[in-house]
């Protein structure tokens, strides 16, 4: 029997080493993309910009760790008195920067569907005036996922299909007389297919 998602948090990530282990042993029992494993979240996480302000969410069911993310936080400034608040999932706000980065997205989770399920109903749960969820690079399931999630936060989504990585230097692997699809997959080779990218957001009154 499938297990149950008891409780989702999500804090401010303040010790990244307790993250690997913890990610480490969730990746060890899981399927997922290269591009959820810790070699690049990890690498990642050391080199995000300043003002990314990364936050963990985490599932747990009866105590055990089921599901990993990183939310980063970044506010932005439009018209109004007030800024708006954007969390990005395994993203950081800075165009520049995440352009390397956001493909085969999601959140790292044991029986993906329930999980998923989970961990975007407590984020859409937390959006206030005209905060912003941004899910870019998932797929066509996570995206009816993220839809449905949205919906039954009364919340308002925007689907885009979003430009796969323009570039990445593989020349070191290269190099090395290694190829990439013995690195991470032929099915992950950045450009092979475009990804979708989700907003959800609040109502406008």
Known sequence: MPETVTDVSLDALESIAWLETSWKELEARV???FFLSWL??????????????????????SGKIVGLAIICR???WSLGPHARTRWLLNETGDTRFDRLFIE??????EQSDAIMSAGLNALTSRLHRSDQLVLSGIDPDLEA????????????TEVKQADAALWVDFAPVRQRGGELS???GPQYAPGREPCHAVVCRTRPP
Do not use: C, F, K
């Open 31 to 33: 399927t997922h993309s």
């Open 145 to 156: 996922t993220a839809s449905r999630a949205a919906g039954r936060a009364g919340l308002v």
């Open 40 to 61: 690049w979240i990890g690498t990642w996480l050391r080199h995000i910009p300043d003002g990314a302000r990364p936050h963990v969410l985490v599932a747990r069911s």
């Open 182 to 184: 013995r690195h991470i």
């Open 74 to 76: 970044r506010r932005a």
């Open 104 to 109: 085969y997205n999601g959140i790292l989770a």
